[in-house]
């Protein structure tokens, strides 16, 4: 409710709200259609007779959305009342090639009540200069930009090629596409109240955020876009987290192993692979990898002393 009543009191007028309900589990349906009953407002609401995921409804936003902007918003997350009006009037000024307008967040727990620090702090750390025009770089290093304190142009969105709906997040994946082709640029009005929740998605699913992370690393491999340090760091990431993945026995450890061999062709990995699709415990590989690496020092040790 909060939400919502944030959303209509807005300064800036001329805005289509579009409410997602991804087939959730609560009264929110209740509750959005007791508001919707006492605020009549140019809005659509759209109930999902499944759990689609956070990247299909964002999808289905931008589908019956008529806007030239697009601003997301989570259900338990608060604008403050200039948010629209101040990032559209920075975009107005604005060439084409800019693709958002971001601000910092305020932190707040599940009551309500402010925490220290703001967004861009406790997750990126302090910053002389906050990141904008070409920041794709920056990004790649982690996210920086706090989804609802956003406004995106539309039409970059559509060229963008919309949300990746085989992720469990939608922000990162999105900001990194489009910093690729745009300038991003960042706005001192702090717009939003981040609402920190014991029930958020990645607090309640990390292992699947963390596995959407390696698939989104996989894809900027395939599509070129790395550097060479840049790559390095996606195949240190996806090597830890593929050889974890097939200790724990995760789905999709497979295919982690088989793109890191892919990019990266190396005996070791080769070796894991074949062992975890013949279904050897990762045990029975770690001791074979430590017994290869004494037979090595023992080896080289030998080849110093005879030379």
Known sequence: MEC????????????????????SQDNSVEVIEKWLAIHPQNCKFIKHSKNEGVCRSFNDALANANGKYFAPIAADDVWLPEKIKVQVEIMEKLASDVALVYSDAYLIDESGSELPGKFIETYKGEVSQPFEGWVFDELFRGNFIQGQ??????????????????????????WLRLSKRYRVVFSSYASVKYRICNSSLLRTRGREISVSCDDMFIKLL????????????????????????????????????????????RLRTGVALLFAALGVPFGYYS?????????????????????
């Open 222 to 265: 395939r599509l070129g876009w790395l550097n060479t340090q840049q790559r390095e760091d996606a195949l240190y990431r996806m090597a830890r987290r593929g050889f974890l993945a097939y200790e724990c026995r995760e789905p999709g450890h497979l295919r982690m192993l088989a793109e890191l061999l892919r990019y990266r062709p």
């Open 287 to 307: 001791r074979l990898v430590v017994l290869c690496l004494g037979a090595k020092a023992v080896f080289a040790g030998l080849w110093k002393k005879a030379t």
């Open 4 to 23: 919502l009543e944030s959303v209509t009191c807005q300064s800036y007028s001329s805005i289509e709200i579009v409410i997602i309900d991804d087939f």
């Open 149 to 174: 304190a956003s406004l995106i142009r539309r039409e970059c969105l559509d060229a963008a090629g919309g949300y990746d709906e085989t992720l469990r997040f939608e922000d990162w994946d999105m």
